[in-house]
Every structure is written in C-alpha cells, then in structure tokens.
C-alpha cells in the first residue's frame, strides 16, 4: 500500500502573481524569504478621540498609513507599534531577488 501526502510550499511567483507585494524588513530581500500580498490600512482617531481603523477619520497628525500582510488580521489600531516590520516591494523585484510566493497570499494555480 502507498500513501501519498500532498503539501502546500511556497513557490516562486507565477506571471499571474506580478502583483504589489510585501516582505518583511527590516531583513532585505534574500532567496527563500516569504513575500506577501498587500493589504494597506489607515490608522488614525475617531471624532472622539479613541483609535480607530475605519470610518470617521480626524485628519490629524495622529492618522499614519500601516501596511502589513493580506493573510493577517487587520492591525490593532491602538497598538502604536502596528505595521512596523514591514516595506512594500514589487512581485518582479522580489521574484528577481529569489523571494518566494507566501502559498496564503498567492495559492498555487489549478488549485
């Protein structure tokens, strides 16, 4: 008898996967590290004053603009440490530096 497990790995970018993308930094970009979908959030405070992700922004020194990883939740507003780590690069530039597809963000095509 055989078994055969199949598992998801990450892969190099598809044509269909030259998209924005993002890797983690302050690590630069290096063969094998996993880079991901965007997904931008604006963070600021409500009229209130309390933080907030949405709706009602105050325009203010207080908003900032956090980007992070499309297959992670969306960042506390109230953590003032919310998207750092983070630097936005292209699909062809990380492709053309050897960082891979993050399997979350791009699935694997025919799947």
Known sequence: ???TTTTTTAARFTNSQRAAII????ARLAPGML?????????????????SGGGRLVFTADRRWVIAAACQPAPDPADPHT??????YSAGWADHMGALAC???FP???I
């Open 108 to 110: 694997p095509e025919g």
């Open 23 to 26: 890797v983690c930094a302050p």
């Open 83 to 88: 998207g750092r780590g983070w630097a936005e």
């Open 35 to 51: 880079a991901h979908k965007v997904a931008h959030h604006s963070i600021g405070t409500d009229t209130d004053g309390s933080p």
């Open 1 to 3: 008898m055989t078994t």
């Open 103 to 105: 399997p979350a963000c």
